[in-house]
């Protein structure tokens, strides 16, 4: 199975897991949470993710969900997961895109599950009022 590593600022990514399972079923396996804070030295937050890493690596791949792109878990996670060759890194992570993580991890290849959860929360994002006024 493909396993996920969530990696937000605060509990940003523990609350959408708790929410996603919510919806979708409990991850018994293969799920991972790093939340860091600003109390946390980059040493420290690089070693939290090297942990990570090391429990969840998997032949079937790895995905890491990443809260936004240029930030902390960002910057740490790119010169980490360089090396790992079946690995992505999918910054902007919301719910759409945390419940078809694991909805299809287990169904889904490596490549098209990683095209999946960026299409999906591609569709999240919109101003659906707009959409009701074209009727």
Same mark, same amino acid.
């Given at each position: 199975?493909?396993?996920?590593?969530?990696?937000?600022?605060?509990?940003?990514?523990?609350?959408?897991?708790?929410?996603?399972?919510?919806?979708?079923?409990?991850?018994?396996?293969?799920?991972?949470?790093?939340?860091?804070?600003?109390?946390?030295?980059?040493?420290?937050?690089?070693?939290?993710?090297? +942990?990570?890493?090391?429990?969840?690596?998997?032949?079937?791949?790895?995905?890491?969900?990443?809260?936004?792109?240029?930030?902390?878990?960002?910057?740490?996670?790119?010169?980490?997961? +360089?090396?790992?060759?079946?690995?992505?890194?999918?910054?902007?992570?919301?719910?759409?895109?945390?419940?078809?993580?694991?909805?299809?991890?287990?169904?889904?290849?490596?490549?098209?599950?990683?095209?999946?959860?960026?299409?999906?929360?591609?569709?999240?994002?919109?101003?659906? +009022?707009?959409?009701?006024?074209?009727?």
């Amino acid at each position: 199975m493909i396993n996920i590593i969530v990696i937000t600022h605060g509990e940003f990514g523990a609350y959408l897991i708790e929410a996603a399972e919510g919806i979708v079923g409990v991850q018994n396996s293969g799920l991972k949470n790093v939340s860091i804070s600003p109390r946390m030295t980059l040493e420290r937050v690089t070693e939290a993710v090297s +942990k990570a890493i090391e429990e969840m690596r998997s032949e079937d791949g790895l995905v890491f969900l990443i809260d936004m792109p240029g930030g902390t878990p960002m910057n740490v996670v790119l010169p980490l997961a +360089k090396d790992i060759e079946k690995c992505a890194v999918i910054c902007g992570v919301n719910i759409n895109m945390m419940t078809s993580a694991f909805a299809y991890r287990g169904s889904l290849d490596f490549d098209r599950l990683s095209v999946k959860i960026v299409e999906d929360g591609r569709k999240a994002i919109c101003e659906v +009022k707009s959409l009701l006024m074209k009727k």
